[in-house]
């Protein structure tokens, strides 16, 4: 292979995980002609299609899959040697992506954020709100909280922090009685807190039944606070927030893990060490 076409890889990998030209072309930082050029260069030094192209959208051929395959192992090694270089330098510098639910992001990261970067001038944090969750094995992100033990991704490290505790709330100026529950959509029923309010409304008949429904906690919170009705939230965020009143005494009605995913190439990074200490103070 010649020489230039080592850096075309880094094209046909982005168009493959993003699944389009325009896809790499971001993630790259280049003209969305640019990336199609260099994945058809590539295609044509390996004399073989990487991608079935249709509406748009590519679709890798099994022959793209095996390439992926290798090339991603290229990357591992890539990025394993990379982190051992960059041991020799202690300082906290550097770029760290950390993803988690947008709640979290929102209500409680971003506004413990000003004394971590105060602390490292050089530390660069790239907070991804996300309800999904990213692939840190793809390098989606160095970091993630995870609302529950993880399961998939095999060759992360996981460590359980803590708990959530998760309560009932209502809005502060709303009348108690037959609050209508404001829950998640559909395709979110198998999330405990979708199941934990399901189970709730059908213990009950004297409730309005619910007319609103989301997709993610940072919307549940939206919606109680605009007087829309009542739902389970986190204890952490909701007790300080003055718009929101908690809805009986009884013990927190629902408690989730709170689970660190860390890169195991990234680790020993003391950027990785400095963000993973403040996570903890912020959190427990």
Known sequence: MRDENWDDLRFFLAAARGGSFAAAARRLGVNESTAARRIARLEETFDCRLFLRSAGRLAVTPAGEGLQMRVEAMEREMQAAAAVLRLADKRVAGRVRLTAVPLLVNRL????LPPLLAAHPAL??????????LSLTKREADLALRLARPTREQRILARRL???AFAVYGPADAAVEHLPWVTYEDAMADLPQARWIAREMAKTTDTAPPRVSVNDAEGILAAVRAGLGKSLLPVRLAETDPALRRLGD??????????????????????IQAVTDWLRSVLF
Do not use: N, Q
């Open 109 to 112: 990261l971003l506004p413990a």
């Open 124 to 133: 660069e944090l790239e907070l991804i709100a996300e309800p999904r969750d």
């Open 162 to 164: 803590g708990v959530l």
């Open 250 to 271: 009884g013990p927190p009605s629902l408690h989730r893990e709170i689970w660190l995913l860390t890169h195991p190439d990234l680790r020993a990074l003391p950027r």
